[in-house]
Structure formats: C-alpha cells, structure tokens
C-alpha cells in the first residue's frame, strides 16, 4: 500500500470523478485509475462504484476513505516534525552527565543555548557516574555526554574540563606547613572517598604514591561526604567540583601529589544526530567550562 494510493481515493472521493481528481494531483487519468485499481485488487473489494455519473465511494469505500485521511494527515505530521527538527525551529537534545556537572556547569551553558534556538528543547540526563553516562549513549537514550577522559574508541570526545582532586580536613585540623602530607591525611583514617569511577582514579593514583593510606567508600554521596568532614568525623578526598558548595569551616588542601580529572564532551562515533544536536554540540565545544567551574568552586 502506497502513499499515492491513498492519496488517490481521497481526490477521488472529494471530486467525485477520476478526471477532476487527477488535475488535482496533476497526475494522468490513467494514473489514477492504475493507483485506485491496484489499492482494490490489494484489499480485495471495490471502493467506488463507476458510472456515467462519476465515482461513488461504496459502503467499504466511505470506511477506507476516513483511515486513508488519517494515515495521509499522520505522515503529513510525520514530515513537518522532521522539517521542524531540520531547520533548528524545533527538535530535542538530551545531554547526559554526572550530578556535579549537571548541576553546576550545564544549566549556565543550556541558558546560553536557549537565548539563540529557544525553540529546541535541551533534557538533562542526571547519572550517577560517567560510566552511567556511556551507557546512555550506547542505548540511545541520549545524545550528547560529558564523561571522564580517556574513554573508549566507540565515542568521540573533547576536552573541555580538568577538575582537581582535593583533601578535605575537619575544621579544627592542624597540620605543620602550608602543604598537606599523606601522613596528614592518614591522621584521619580511614580517610573517605568517592564510590564511583572517580574513586577508582584516585585508587590509582594512590598506587603509584610511596605510601600506604587506609581509605572508605561506604558512602555513595559527595555531599554527605563534605557534611561529615564539616562535623569533624573524618578526612576526605573528592574531585572539587564534587565537594562544591564546601562550608567555610572546612580545610581544603590540594593532593601531596596533584590529580585532575579530565572530562570531555562525548557522542557515539558515526551515529547520526539531528541539526540541533549538532548545534549544542558546537556551543558546548566553545563553552568555557574552566571559567564557570572555577567561579563555583571560588
């Protein structure tokens, strides 16, 4: 069954006659003779009754005719969405990242988005982790992610972000120096650290440095990690941007030896994405991140 098809018995049944529809369409008469006679044979009945007078719809064709509007109104449909999506009149863009940077970075970098396309709409995908992040693109419930750099060969990535791994102390702490130890740190073991990927980073990093530390992961969220450390009850090591907003009281030193978490902007490699996607995608490749996470984290 064809588009045309439909398209014919719905001329015909409004004019009434095979020629008259047919300069509607600007088609032959033959042409739609062919497209009606083949829909019947198709379905196995006739559609109009043919006579002297013209074409009459039959009682099976006033029923096809109504599902025939609604199939040729519901493509039409079809093709004004696409046409919308195609001219950045329209469309959606769902972006997946990790809650430090859906809630501190992306909604400044959307609004800027919004002032020039306020037509396309821009979806937050909260995630857990980065690894969270890829999974959302693997089964295309988004679009665009920000996740931690280096990543796999299935997705294309820019950097936009490095993001420094810090200690927090207990607001009463002392240490000797303006620079903190491990041995400062180890003071407070089992110092806390994060859950996610980004504590297997500092794991690593951990490795390679001449000292033992006695480190826990029994708590999932960063900001009850800050609150506890604010309480006095244990140090902590999170990536800056996670710890955000830090109360006043706390100690903040940077690593003995530094750490950063690189994070970059991330799409499946050749898969194919709407005008307004690639527009974000743009706008976030020139957004300047490093700025806006150094403001919040200030």
Not at 6 to 23: D, K, Q, Y
Not at 188 to 195: A, E, H, R
Not at 267 to 286: C, D, G, Q, R, Y
Request: proline residues 6%; aromatic residues 6%.
């Amino acid at each position: 069954m064809k588009i045309s098809q439909l398209r014919a018995v719905i001329a015909v049944a409004a004019r009434g006659n095979f020629s008259e529809a047919a300069l509607e369409l600007q088609l032959s008469q033959p042409a739609i003779s062919h497209a009606i006679a083949t829909l019947e044979e198709e379905l196995g009945m006739p559609l109009f009754a043919r006579g002297r007078h013209g074409a009459v719809l039959t009682p099976a064709g006033e029923l096809i005719l109504y599902h025939a509007r609604q199939a040729v109104e519901h493509l039409e449909m079809m093709q004004r969405e696409a046409n919308l999506h195609k001219g950045l009149h329209g469309g959606h863009v769902r972006i997946a990242a990790f809650r430090s940077v859906a809630t501190h970075l992306l909604p400044k970098a959307i609004a800027q988005f919004h002032f020039s396309f306020p037509e396309v709409a821009v979806t937050i995908i909260e995630c857990p982790a980065f690894v969270d992040v890829e999974n959302s693109l693997r089964e295309g419930r988004a679009d665009i992610g920000i996740t931690c750099l280096p990543t796999t060969d299935e997705f294309e990535v820019w950097e936009i972000l490095r993001d420094e791994y810090i200690a927090l102390l207990p607001p009463n702490s002392t240490i000797a120096g303006k620079q903190i130890s491990w041995e400062d740190l180890a003071a407070y073991s089992p110092v806390m650290i994060p859950t996610t990927p980004c504590g297997r980073i500092l794991h690593n990093h951990l490795k390679t440095v001449e000292f033992s530390m006695n480190t826990t992961t029994d708590i999932q969220e960063d900001s009850t990690i800050v609150s506890m450390v604010n309480q006095g009850l244990r140090a902590a090591i999170l990536p800056r941007l996670a710890a955000v907003p830090i109360p006043q009281q706390v100690q903040v030193y940077t690593l003995p030896v530094p750490l950063e978490r690189v994070m970059g902007v991330a799409i499946l490699s050749n898969a194919l994405h709407v005008p307004a996607v690639f527009t974000f995608l743009e706008m976030l490749k020139k957004f300047d991140f490093q700025s806006l996470a150094k403001s919040t984290c200030s």
